[in-house]
């Protein structure tokens, strides 16, 4: 059976009840020991001529460098026009320069054992390359190379844009009541993931059955349906997931009732009290 997806409407528990569930620690616990002291490795500090400071910290052991850059901006710094824009620099910055193109960077590198990053920060961008300690000149000639003469082939920024895009449409999910919603939704990004949601009162209104709710949500393109939980029980779940349907149910607080729809095989949780759903899901009590 699939593990279920536990989505916390409140993550905050109330302290009376948090108090109430913390069991007291075994009175007979050996005492703490001695704290050991934090060993700080020694740190070179200098200045070039144009400003930059550089850290060097020496660590003995395997011969291998890494070099970072940070540079001051990140991704709050993106105008508010571009958002992600410090995210699309870090993932081209590498991809090419005036000099070297991506292969041939990759190829310096791995000459000397070496690879090459960026990752952006909330207030810096870290670019980084690792590799043999005798390859040292070679990395940091790569390192400054890309963060000086960076020439962001266009194809390279395009298959970076349509990743970003994949990527947030992987991550996101539209929720709504009405199917007309997640069609236009389907129409302009087929691969978002789209949630129907059904509560008990409307299918009052429409004189609709349960087991109807899966062909709406077929019908309406969703890749998911999300239902109240008294809806649902074994066939429905077996239907959504014939019909490829992740099935999540809201709002589910009762440890029975959390029980039943674990032991039922629905895909998504939504509780206020995600501890408890935790627990059980764990096979607590």
């Known amino acids: ?26 009175k007979d616990l050996p005492p703490f020991g001695e704290d050991k002291p ?33 540079v001051r901006g990140g991704t709050a710094a993106d105008p508010k026009d571009a958002e992600g824009i410090a995210e699309l620099l870090a993932d081209t910055v590498k991809e090419g320069t005036t000099t070297r193109t991506s292969r041939q960077i990759a190829e310096d590198l791995q000459a000397v054992g070496g690879e090459i990053g960026a990752t952006p920060g909330a207030d810096a961008i870290y670019v980084t390359v690792t590799g043999l300690g005798s390859g040292t000149p070679k990395l940091l ?7 000086r003469n960076a020439s962001f082939p266009a194809a390279e920024v395009e298959l970076a844009k349509n990743n970003a895009i994949q990527g947030l449409q992987a991550r996101a999910t539209v929720m709504a009541f009405d199917p007309r919603v997640l069609a236009r939704v389907r129409e302009l990004a087929p691969r978002a993931r789209t949630t129907l949601l ?8 429409v004189g609709a ?6 062909d709406w949500a077929a019908a309406a393109g969703a890749t998911d349906l999300g239902l109240d939980y008294t809806l649902v029980d074994e066939p429905l779940v ?10 999540g149910v809201w709002t589910v607080n ?6 039943r729809m674990l032991d039922l095989g629905v ?11 935790k627990r059980l899901q764990r096979g607590g009590s």
Not at 141 to 147: C, G, T
Request: glycine residues 4%; positive net charge.
């Open 254 to 259: 009762d440890p029975e009732a959390i029980r």
């Open 141 to 147: 000639e790569v390192l400054a190379d890309v963060v």
């Open 238 to 247: 077996a239907a959504a997931h014939a019909a490829n349907l992740a099935l």
């Open 198 to 205: 059904i509560e008990r009162a409307g299918l009052g209104w």
């Open 1 to 26: 059976m699939k593990k279920p997806f536990l989505l916390a409407l409140l993550a905050l528990v109330a302290p009376a009840l948090s108090a109430a569930e913390k069991k007291p620690l075994p």
């Open 209 to 214: 059955r349960p087991e109807q709710l899966v």
């Open 38 to 70: 934090l060993p700080v490795p020694a740190i070179a500090q200098s200045k070039l001529p144009n400003g930059l400071v550089v850290w060097v910290v020496k660590r003995p052991g395997f011969p291998r460098v890494a070099a970072v850059l940070a």
């Open 267 to 277: 895909d998504i949780i939504t509780s206020d009290r995600p501890d408890l759903a």
